[in-house]
Structures are given as C-alpha cells and as structure tokens.
C-alpha cells in the first residue's frame, strides 16, 4: 500500500527525450512493486525513508539520497522498510537520446544505483513536471525542459556506486550455509539467518528453492539431525544433551523431527547401529 500521485503523459510521439510520467510516493511498510518490467526508462530518488532494490541477481539497501535507474524489459522488484519505509519520487522517460544520455551518466544495468545530495531540488522539479498537463506542444517542450533541468542536477552531483553494496544470489546462499553450519546448535529461526546476511526471509527462502531445491527451514532442520546421528553414533551422550547440542531445546520436538526424516527415534537408531558395529566387529574377529 502506498500514498502516490501519479501523472501520466503516455500521448507523446517519439521525440529525442520525452516525459511518461512522474510521480512521488509515501510508502506503507514493506509496500512493494515486482517483480515486473517496465517499457520505459524510470528513474527513483529516494528523499527519506529507506528500502530494497533487486536487480536480475542484485540486490541494494538503499537509504534518503539514493537512487536507481530501471532500464525498459529488466526484471526488477523494490520494497519499502518496514520500521522506516522510504518516500521516493520519479521519472519515467524515453525518447532516441534516452540510452546515450544515462551512458554518458555512468548509469545502466551494470550500475544502476547512485547517490545525489540535492533530493530536495529534485523533488521540486518532479512536483513541476507534475503540474505541467495538457498534450500541446508548448506543455511538452516546458516538461521536457525541466526533464533536462532534472539531468543537469544528476550529471552535476551523481556519484554512481559501481560497486554492488550486497552479495550475488549464490554468495547469499553461501553465507546463509555458513551461517547455519556455525549456529545450528543455538535455537536460530530462518529470520535470524535472513537478518545475519541482510536481505528478507521471502527473498532467502526463493534462493534456497532456486539453488538447492529445499527451503532454509528445511536444510536447517536436516543439517541439525545429520549432526545429531553423528553424535549418536560416536558419543554416549544422552538423548536430551544430543537435541541441546544441535538447536533442540525439548527433546520431545527432537525426537518427532528425527522420526520424520529417519523412519526411526534417535534411541533406536543409537541402538541399531550399535548391534551392527558390534556384529561387525565380531565378523571381522572370527576372519
């Protein structure tokens, strides 16, 4: 949900640069677009707040000064905060000098997110461009004049971060694997891991189905019991030390996990794996 005001100048004929639409928005918590593409080029400033934006296998934290620039056909999704959800205002454009302008910003997929101080002036111009309707000639030229104004402000100031600010898709499961491998014993909840690698519990449990074909509560749960058979299988701890040492704190809810995935209960699993390492031993005796 969010608070916009939106003009839309889609009657336009293709010209060198022209306005679509501009727009300023007062995001609820977590209010999100995406993931979708758009036809034209569209660029966001944040003036407070902050928020996500995801890019192909990006992903930015973006914060009051920042912003992205969404090139035509990319699939893109962005989200508000949720304890401090971003206003934003915008520019949708297009037009044959369009691609060469934003190239000569430094700005594209490579590089989509920059920084720029003047939000304010920016804002301002946006507002301007907004109040500027009609479809006649001399209404076009006046927006595309302060479209142009509101370049001149990006080239003078933009900072491009050329840098991505966050992991690739793949690191992201990395770091969530490594997350687990040393907290499994402690009472974590996906959350705990989506919060630790900075990104959100829905776009962690979409990378973990697309790279492994399993959830994260899913691959937690296994990592845990496939640590709690190897303890049972070298130590004579007992059954509620083995759930507290892999993340259990009642033995109750460890012995149903380790029934649901095994067909067995950790006592009789221990106790069949001793008989046959006892069998064993005895085969290899009379050899």
Not at 16 to 33: K, N, T, V
Not at 183 to 197: K, Q
């Amino acid at each position: 949900m969010e608070e916009a005001r939106v003009i839309e100048f889609s009657d336009e004929n293709q010209i060198d640069l022209e306005l679509c639409f501009a727009g300023i928005s007062q995001c609820a918590p977590l209010h999100s677009y995406g993931p979708a593409v758009r036809p034209n080029y569209l660029i966001h400033i944040v003036l407070s707040g902050k928020g996500i934006f995801r890019q192909n296998a990006s992903s930015y934290t973006l914060e009051a000064g920042q912003g992205f620039l969404i090139e035509p056909d990319q699939v893109t999704f962005y989200q508000a905060d949720q304890e401090d959800p971003w206003e934003y205002g915008w520019v949708g454009f297009r037009g044959n000098r369009a691609s060469s302008l934003l190239q000569a910003l430094d700005l594209g997929s490579e590089h989509p997110v920059f920084s720029c101080k003047n939000t304010e002036k920016l804002k301002d111009l946006i507002l301007a461009m907004m109040g500027i309707q009609g479809s006649h000639l001399s209404a076009r030229l006046h927006r595309t004049a302060i479209l142009t104004e509101f370049f001149s402000i990006l080239a003078s100031e933009l900072h491009v971060d050329s840098s991505k600010n966050e992991l690739s898709r793949s690191e992201y499961v990395k770091q969530a694997i490594i997350y687990i491998q040393g907290n499994y014993d402690r009472p974590i909840r996906v959350s705990d891991i989506a919060a630790h690698i900075g990104i959100d519990r829905t776009y962690l449990y979409m990378l973990f189905v697309d790279h492994l074909d399993t959830t994260p509560k899913e691959y937690l749960k296994l990592y845990r019991l496939t640590r709690a058979r190897e303890l049972l299988k070298v130590t004579n701890l007992p059954i509620s030390s083995i759930a507290e040492s892999c993340g259990y704190s009642d033995p109750l809810v460890f012995s149903k996990a380790f029934r649901q995935v095994y067909q067995i209960t950790p006592s009789n699993w221990r106790k069949t794996r001793s008989q046959e390492i006892t069998k064993k031993a005895k085969e290899e005796k009379q050899s």
